[in-house]
């Protein structure tokens, strides 16, 4: 029951802003671009915000944080304004580029925008982080805690957080509607700051900075000193006003033409899909996908098992085979996860980087739009039959690894196993939704090649960097080469929930620029 509940309150929390994204779009026609800018704006506050607060905290003037800690009442209150200062910047910059652009003329316009800001802060500080701590606590849940190395402190903070877990694993909901408050402030200071710039006025951003900061510091100060319902109850307190504001300052539904009906959006998603399917199969391209990695599979226990013996057989090179230690399962698995991740990533770039770029190219992007196709639908249709490939292609390279390294070494677990390919479905799902952004980006098939390889491998570089890598699809990997094997491996739900945040991003952003390109 508490993995269902956390389970339950992460896709929430990541999926909930989506949803209110959508439901704003579809009833006020506003682009979703206004949603992109917005999760620019807080992901780039936090480039320069966090490194404030470290160095606020070199100065002195961010003190410890504890109920006995001294300066206490300051340190919240520097905190609120570093915040409070640090995203009303961001915001500032975001609407001085959208009114540039005059595409942020409307109140809905400025609502999306704080969607966006405050969506991407329920995703990770909520979604993902929450999973994290899921996963790091549910690994030593049955662990003797005073063998871990942890201070007093520590030590009684992670057993008071084992003993909620345990015993109201719901508390995890007060999460959820932490961030639906959260949400709902920065789209009341992201409409404060639209309207500065719609009046030409300074007192509405001035006005955001002190909100976020009351807010803010109040909450870390309660935080300290009373339980996290009490302080939920005061942070609710705090909010309301401006949630009043809001709903005094909502505009009455766009009068435009009405649109196909989510129902038949739907369904002709699914005649896209199939379209898709189709042409992958004509064109053979499933197929090849499908063969190589099933070459995967089967190849690699055998180059794991025969290494050394193929090494006997060369001239000259019989020392280095004694060097060579026995092959293990481990080795035949350690050598499939190696053989897909270097090559797969460059299939999957291949496969689609002409998804968008090549019918723009081609003009059929254009004939087929002329029908009644929303453009979300014409991209997300790309994405799912290559998902679909994908899923298929690793399914059967999985089994056929499996098989292999059953018959040449020892018999793995298989469910685990079996998961461990799931997590490389979602590795390569990454980097499809990555190619297929580069697709929409790009003016040619070369482009987008390039632009795809590009993001690739900026996302294998940041997985490789060790504070970050555990969001990024090097994690899947490296969670996926234990699966099978002896011994417990700790489910890492931080990898899990980010990298399907990473997605998400990356096919919003898709559809944002899709919008605005001319066929």
């Known amino acids: 029951m508490t993995i269902f509940l956390f389970t339950i309150a992460v896709l929430l929390m990541i999926f909930i802003p989506l949803g209110l994204a959508i439901w704003l779009r579809r009833r006020y026609r506003v682009p979703w671009l206004l949603f992109c800018v917005g999760i620019l704006t807080f992901v780039g506050s936090q480039t ?5 607060n470290n160095w606020l905290g070199d100065l002195g003037m961010i003190g410890p944080i504890g109920p006995d800690a001294p300066n206490l009442w300051r340190t919240a209150v520097i905190l609120g304004l570093s915040a409070g200062l640090s995203e009303t910047i961001a915001r500032v910059v975001g609407y001085w580029f959208l009114f ?77 509607f932490e961030r639906l408050m959260a949400m709902t402030l920065h789209v009341t200071i992201s409409v404060l700051v639209w309207r500065a710039f719609k009046r030409r006025q300074v007192w509405p951003v001035l006005l955001g900075v002190a909100y976020h900061a009351i807010v803010d510091g109040t909450a870390g100060y309660a935080a300290q000193f009373l339980d996290t319902l009490w302080v939920e109850l005061i942070v609710l307190a705090l909010a309301l006003p401006g949630a009043f504001w809001l709903w005094r300052q909502w505009p009455a539904p766009t009068k435009t033409q009405p649109g196909l009906g989510w129902q038949n959006e739907l369904r002709l998603l699914g005649t896209a899909v199939t379209h898709e399917l189709n042409q992958q199969w004509r064109t053979r391209r499933a197929l090849v996908m499908v063969a190589v990695f099933v070459l995967f599979g089967l190849a690699s226990p055998l180059i794991a098992k025969f290494t050394p013996e193929m090494l006997k057989s060369v001239p000259g090179a019989e020392q280095f085979a004694d060097l060579v230690p026995e092959p293990t399962a481990a080795d035949a698995v350690s050598q499939y996860i190696k053989n897909l991740t270097q090559f797969g990533f460059v299939l999957v770039i291949l496969l689609g980087m002409g998804a968008v770029a090549g019918e723009k190219d081609k003009g059929t992007a254009a004939i087929i739009l002329s029908k009644p196709l929303p453009r979300w639908a014409f991209l997300l249709s790309k994405f799912v039959a290559q998902g679909v490939v994908y899923f298929v292609a690793l399914l059967l390279g999985t089994l056929g690894a499996y098989y292999y390294t059953l018959v040449l070494f020892e018999p793995l677990a298989f469910g685990p196993f079996l998961f461990g390919g799931v997590l490389l479905w979602l590795w390569a799902l990454v980097f499809t939704a990555v190619t297929l952004l580069g697709s929409t980006i790009g003016k040619s098939t070369g482009g987008a090649a390039g632009i795809a390889l590009l993001g690739a491998v900026l996302l294998l570089i940041l997985g490789s960097i060790p ?53």
Not at 104 to 125: C, F, Q, S, T
Not at 141 to 149: A, F, I, P, V, W
């Open 467 to 519: 504070p970050v890598g555990q969001f990024f699809p090097s994690a899947l990997v490296g969670w996926a080469s234990q699966l099978g094997l002896p011994g417990d491996v700790p489910f890492n739900g931080a990898a899990l929930s980010a990298n399907g945040v990473l997605i998400v991003v990356f096919l919003v952003t898709a559809v944002a620029l899709f919008e605005r390109q001319e066929i």
């Open 48 to 52: 320069y915000h966090i490194p404030l």
């Open 100 to 176: 540039r652009k005059k595409v942020a003329e409307r109140v809905e316009d400025g609502v999306l925008v704080g969607l966006g800001h405050g969506g991407i802060e329920a995703m990770v500080i909520g979604g993902v982080f929450t999973a994290g701590s899921l996963s790091s606590l549910w690994a030593v849940r049955n662990m003797d805690l005073s063998t871990l190395g942890m201070t007093a402190a520590e030590l009684t903070a992670v057993t008071q957080q084992l003993s909620v877990l345990q015993e109201t694993p719901w508390l995890v909901f007060v999460a959820v």
